[in-house]
């Protein structure tokens, strides 16, 4: 449910829905997908996670140099700035069934890997 439903931190701020995502249908749970955020202070030792940053720099960068990758800013609905998938001619539900069909686990992500290595656009 992180993400999906309104959670509060430890100080009872809000924290944001960040994904429209059911279980099992993001890309992010297969390694086929990544959230990036920006450390709000690059001095300050650890991270200090924010969400606000350049996110259509990080479009350009994902746009110019990775034709296997594609940036969710550009999405028509639901522009999810921070988020950068693979590209592939499978769509969400199919890759679900085969990490379903081979059992979950390991060899569900493995099947996975492989179909959609042999299915990039």
Known sequence: E???TRKFDASGKKLPIVTNASKGFSLNQ?????????????????MQW??????????????DGF?????AGNWKS??????????????IR???ALYIEAGAGREGLNRVWNSVRDSFV
């Open 2 to 4: 992180q993400g999906r």
């Open 30 to 46: 297969y390694g086929l997908a990544i959230d990036l955020v920006f450390d709000q202070d690059i001095y300050k030792p650890g």
């Open 50 to 63: 924010t969400w606000s940053g350049n996110y259509e720099k990080l479009g350009e960068i994902v746009a």
């Open 67 to 71: 034709r296997n990758l594609e940036w």
């Open 78 to 91: 639901f522009q999810e700035y921070p988020h950068v998938q693979v590209k592939t001619d499978l769509d």
């Open 94 to 96: 199919s890759i679900y």
